[in-house]
């Protein structure tokens, strides 16, 4: 049964920050990964989908790269802001998919 | 481009109750997929809709059922309300085998079961 684990629950940092968010998976067997933005109470923003063939994806201060052998994506904030504070959710894809319980971020000002 | 929508935004009910769940797939979309979000959790996988079939089903009971129309909008109904199903319901519409199968999520309906 895939499992899908995100690490830290919880991370706070100071505007103009980099980040790392990590995500790791239990079963390698996947078709694509992809990196969602969630607001409060709000639905999900898909922010970077990365394709079992692929090692990396980018979308402007946002980068994703993927290690399907060793079970591990992560998602890299560049110059965090405070409009990028939200929880960020993994979720890989196979027969069905199968989200991480999400990183809160909080960018202070 | 019309992106996915979902009705009713928020649901009050209470305990033995049935309710219904609507969603309309983003324009071009021949698959559907409903989870279930509690709150500080990841969405549960429920089940997908592929051209009108159900096509995987998560672990869920079978009073949650649902179903698509020819037109890929899709209704979520879940009977016999329990105090546990209270969730934000999310549904998300994708186009199976193409594109990578990116899944686009609805604004989600917050159902609260007294």
């Known amino acids: 049964k895939q499992e899908v684990t995100q690490i830290p629950a919880a991370l706070s940092v100071p505007e103009g920050e980099n980040l790392v968010l990590n995500c790791s998976f239990t079963?390698?067997?996947?078709?694509?990964l992809q990196w969602f933005r969630q607001d409060p109470g709000k639905g999900l923003t898909s922010l970077l989908l990365?394709?079992?063939?692929?090692r990396e994806q980018t979308s402007g201060r946002l980068n994703a790269s993927l290690d399907k052998s060793s079970g591990r994506s992560t998602l890299y904030i560049a110059a965090s802001q405070p409009g990028d504070s939200a929880t960020y959710l993994c979720?890989?894809?196979?027969?069905?998919?199968?989200f991480g319980a999400g990183t809160r971020l909080t960018v202070k000002p | 481009e019309t992106g996915v929508t979902q009705s009713p935004t928020h649901l009050i009910k209470t305990r033995g109750q049935q309710v219904t769940l609507r969603c309309s797939s983003q324009?071009?979309?021949?698959?559907v997929s409903w989870y279930q979000q509690a709150l500080g959790q990841g969405p549960q996988f429920i089940f997908q809709?592929?051209?009108?079939?159900?096509?995987g089903r998560g672990n869920f009971p079978p009073r949650f059922s649902g179903l698509q129309f020819p037109n890929y909008s899709s209704e979520l109904n879940v009977n016999a309300l329990e105090l546990d199903d209270s969730a934000l319901y999310l549904c998300?519409?994708?186009?199976?085998?193409?594109?990578?199968?990116?899944?686009?999520f609805g604004p989600g309906t917050r159902l609260t079961v007294l």
């Open positions: 998300a519409s994708s186009r199976l085998a193409e594109e990578g199968n990116e899944q686009f």
């Open positions: 990365i394709q079992s063939s692929q």
């Open positions: 979720a890989v894809y196979n027969n069905d998919m199968r």
């Open positions: 079963d390698s067997a996947i078709y694509n």
């Open positions: 324009s071009g979309h021949n698959t």
């Open positions: 809709y592929y051209r009108e079939e159900e096509n």
